[in-house]
Each structure stands twice: as C-alpha cells, then as structure tokens.
C-alpha cells in the first residue's frame, strides 16, 4: 500500500465512508504496522526534525498506554456494542496517529523539497540578474603625439593619419596601417591595447596580422624602414607574418621584468602568451619555422612544438622545448573560442577573468581539470553551465565577482 492509497483509507475510516473491505484493509494495516519505524526515523535525522520526533514519539507512547489500559480491562470489558465502541475508539487513536506520521513526514519532506528547489530557483534567477556578459572587439590607439582613440567607438574609414601613413577601420572592426611611400615614409610609433574583456585585429604596416588578446599591447612602427622589422607585445598575441626574405620580423616579448625574451621570424604563423600571472611564456608555433632567444639561448621551433620560459624574475635563460602540443588549445582564443582539453582549474579561471573582466575566487577543492569546447560569445553562465558538466562545481556571482566552489 502506497503512502497516498493509505491517507486516503485513513481518511475515509474516520469520515465514516469507508467500505466493509476498506475497513478490513484499515485493519490489516494497523495489527501488521512496524512499530520500529520510529526508530528508523529516529536515526535519519534528515528526515524529520528533533522537534516533530518529540511530538510523534508522544503519540506513539499514547497509543501504547491505550493499549495497555485495554488489555489491563479485558476481563472487564462490556459486552456487545459497548466493547465494540471502545475498540473502535481505540483503533482511532491508532489511525490518528498513523495520520499524524504520514502526514507530518509527508509535509517536511515536502517542504525541504520545496525548500531546496526555491534555493536553486533563487541562486539561479539570482545569477541570471547578475550575468556578466561576453568580452568583444575593444581597444586603445595611442599615437607617437600621445593621443589616445577608442577604436570600438570609432566610425568606420580614416581614423588618423602618421606622418603619411593612413590608419584606417576596417568595415569588419580590424584596424590597417597603409604606406603609400613604402619604406620610405616617416616612422611613428603607435601601441594598440586592449582592455580586459577586450580584443582586436590589427594589420600592421608590412601587411602582417595581429590578433591581440585581453589585457594585451602592441606596440609597432607605422612603417617598417631599415635591415629588420621589429615590434614588441605585452600579454597575448597570435602573428600571421607577411614574407620578407630581406627583413626578419622580430619581436620583443616584455613582462613586469622587462624584456624576457625574442622571438625572430622570416613568414610563418604563431602564438606568443606572455601574461604576467602565467608561470611561463610560451610561444605556440602553428606552421613555417620561428627561433625563440632568451640571453645566450636559443631555439628553433618545427610546427606542433612549444617554447617555454620561466616567468619569474629570478629565472635563467633556460628554453623547454615542448613538442606535440594542443595547437588548437593554444591558439583558439583567436577564433573567439575556449578550448579546454584537461586544462587545470587555474588556468580555466584566469582565461575567464581576463575575458569577462571579473575577479573569481575558488573555494574549496573543486576538480584539478577541465575539458570542453566553448564559444567565447556567450555570457559566463553559459560557460559555467558546460563546466559543471565536466566537474562538480558551483558557482555564485556577485556584481563583477565570482565564487567557485565544489
């Protein structure tokens, strides 16, 4: 019998409306009941509280007492109608308190049910309020004069002109330096920045391309002159390089140290991230060939392979050489795209903070690692959403702060 079958019975028996076989059910029940349930309840204190415990160990201890009178008066019972009332009368005690336990379990598992769905409810409508939304196409030209232009507000066409270099935006949001005196013209230097939840494309004098990442710099000349195209980077920067036998394209890679480290090319396409809380600068090489220096050391780099150095001030000049590394998860921050691929959770969160512009705090011991892939147009909630699914963890947001917890 179902707990639901069994209220309703009870309640039929005392409205006087129950049949001959319901009775007879009624009955069954009450002489086969598990007085031990009690004590079950008793040890899952998650089920009832020590308050309703009390009141049901109350009733049952009633109804024990009842009994006892009964079978103390059995000799002196009244026959017939009468002794039939008082057994009856009896049983009533017994169904109420039946009632009392079904109904009172019933109704606080009912409400901690409810109680945990409307917490749910509340943090995830509370999240929702507060979602924090996607970085996008930000950044700051500073000119060789020092003025400074906001690129992601800035109409479409010339922006400013550099000695008798254009600058001009591009209708797809990306920033083009042309020379029409080639490397003749007179040479300016300009740094583009992007802020945290920011990022920009730039096409640089020579027709190289630069996709800057959040929290990231360039600074470069507004035309390439002399034996050796140079620029340098802070933070995060993937390099398509346009072909110049003649001209290396080098670039000096600076952190809170300074410079910390080089990289020369002649054409090819890689990644340099630089960021001053990473535990390593790493230079990702996707195809063509690059060589990374650092002091007296050096190294050339094949397709696939990585360059590390130690970020820390006291570190030598030493270069890890990685090889067969996730190229993709390196590089595809620049296809607007977070690739997790058993990413340790520091890492995970940096990349986060740095894109939604929030500070997140990690509580507890939630998961070492993290896999999946992610669009990185989509507002955090949703990026959390994916992660709960590869690890067990929580998360709460408040105003541009975010709590991680297991």
């Known amino acids: 019998m179902t707990e639901r079958e069994l209220t309703e019975l009870i309640g039929k028996y005392l409205s006087g409306t129950a049949s001959e ?3 007879n059910q ?52 009244p026959p017939g109608k009468l002794r039939k009332w008082r057994k009856w009368r009896g049983r009533q005690w017994a169904v109420a308190a039946a009632i009392v336990v079904v109904l009172s379990f019933s109704w606080i598992v009912f409400l901690q049910l409810r109680k945990h769905e409307a917490n749910q409810e509340a943090l995830a409508a509370g999240n929702m309020a507060r979602d924090i939304p996607p970085g996008g196409s930000k950044a700051v030209l500073t000119l060789a004069n020092g003025q400074k232009i906001v690129l992601d507000s800035a109409g479409n066409g010339l922006v400013s002109m550099q000695g008798n270099t254009k600058i001009m935006k591009l209708d797809s949001g990306r920033l083009s330096y042309r020379v029409p005196g080639g490397r003749h013209a007179k040479v ?15 096409w640089l004098p020579d027709g190289s391309k630069v996709w800057l990442n959040a929290a990231s710099s360039i600074r470069f000349p507004t ?11 802070k933070g995060e920067a993937y390099f398509e390089i346009a072909k110049d036998p003649k001209r290396p394209f080098r670039i000096a890679i600076i952190t809170h140290s300074g410079v910390e480290g080089e990289v020369e090319v002649l054409g090819t396409h ?82 986060l903070s740095l894109w939604y512009n929030v500070q997140i705090d990690i509580q507890g011991n939630v998961p070492d690692h993290f896999t999946g892939t992610i669009p990185r ?22 105003d541009q702060k975010i709590t991680v917890y297991p």
């Open 270 to 351: 890689f990644n340099i991230m630089a960021y001053d809380n990473e535990p390593f600068i790493k230079t990702t090489l996707v195809n063509g060939s690059v060589k990374v220096i650092k002091g007296n050391h050096s190294q050339i780099l094949s397709p696939g392979e990585q360059a590390r150095l130690n970020n820390r001030e006291d570190s030598d000049d030493r270069i890890r050489l990685v090889k067969g590394v996730n190229v993709f998860q390196e590089v595809a921050w620049k296809d607007n795209i977070f690739c997790f691929e058993g990413a340790d959770v520091q890492a995970v969160m940096r990349q």
């Open 223 to 233: 035309a390439f002159s002399g034996k050796s195209r140079e620029v340098q980077i």
């Open 188 to 202: 300016l230097y300009n740094t583009i920045a992007t802020p945290k939840g920011g990022q920009y494309q730039i």
């Open 26 to 77: 009624i009955n069954d029940w009450y002489e086969n009941f598990d007085h031990s349930s009690l004590e079950f309840l008793e040890g899952n204190p998650s089920k009832l509280s020590r308050s309703t415990m009390r009141s049901l160990r109350a009733v049952w201890e009633k109804i024990a007492n009842i009994e006892a009178s009964k079978r103390e008066s059995s000799e002196q019972r």
């Open 377 to 398: 147009n989509v507002s955090v909630s949703k990026v959390f959403e994916v992660l709960q699914k590869t690890g067990s963890i929580h998360y709460k947001i408040h």
């Open 21 to 23: 076989e319901e009775i």
